[in-house]
């Protein structure tokens, strides 16, 4: 099956059989790079920056980081490609995080922006649903394999992550890219009747308490 897979990003995507379209963080930039996307059946959403902070130790360049990119990035997007997905009777995946769901209290603002992108999936999901748009949200754990999170903590957070979740490990990459496999309906899965789902892959990292204590 033929596929044509478009990125957007603010550098070019390493993969030559990737189109790559450069943006900057605004609304006038994606608008005028999604002018080149002609037709969209699958948007995935995956904007992410996670700073490990406390709320008085996060200063207002880092805030509003994460805002424009977990929050205002995400919707833009969907609002530039939002007809094009009803032409095609699309969907949208949103790749949100379990720390929209659960506290972690080294990273507010970062779990501020996820629990943002759950309820933005939610509330397309509903006014969406009438123009046969699917929209779902993977809820991703944190991953051994994902730079950016083991940038941000030591290799005793990471332990202490594996032994108080359920299944006394941590997630890769790959079980996130599985996810939306599935949820996509592109393996075969049987997925028309599902919307508006949560569907959380973090080894069981949602069902339990917060797993660290706040800094001081």
């Excluded at 990273?107 to 943002?116: D, L, V």
């Excluded at 940038?151 to 997630?171: D, F, G, I, R």
Aim: charged share 25%; aromatic share 6%.
């Amino acid at each position: 099956m033929h596929c044509d897979v478009f990125v957007l990003d603010k550098v070019e995507h390493p993969n030559k059989k990737i189109k790559s379209l450069l943006i900057k963080y605004t609304e006038e930039s994606i608008f005028e790079a999604c002018k080149e996307i002609d037709n969209v059946d699958l948007l995935v959403l995956y904007p992410s920056i996670y700073i490990n902070a406390s709320v008085i130790k996060t200063n207002k360049q880092d805030l509003d980081a994460i805002v424009d990119l977990n929050l205002k990035t995400s919707f833009y997007v969907m609002k530039a490609l939002i007809e094009k997905l009803r032409k095609a009777h699309g969907q949208i995946i949103i790749m949100s995080s379990s720390a929209g769901k659960m506290p972690e209290p080294m990273s507010p603002a970062y779990c501020a922006s996820q629990a943002a992108l759950i309820m933005l999936g939610k509330c397309l999901a509903v006014s969406e649903g009438k123009n046969k748009v699917r929209v779902n949200t993977i809820l991703m754990g944190p991953s051994t394999d994902s730079s950016m999170f083991m940038k941000a903590v030591n290799q005793k957070e990471v332990e202490q992550w594996k032994k108080l979740n359920p299944l006394n490990s941590m997630c890769e990459v790959k079980d996130f890219v599985d996810a939306v496999v599935y949820l996509s309906g592109f393996a075969g899965s049987k997925v028309d009747n599902l919307t508006g789902v949560q569907l959380a892959v973090d080894c069981g990292e949602t069902i339990t308490s917060q797993l660290f204590e706040g800094e001081e």
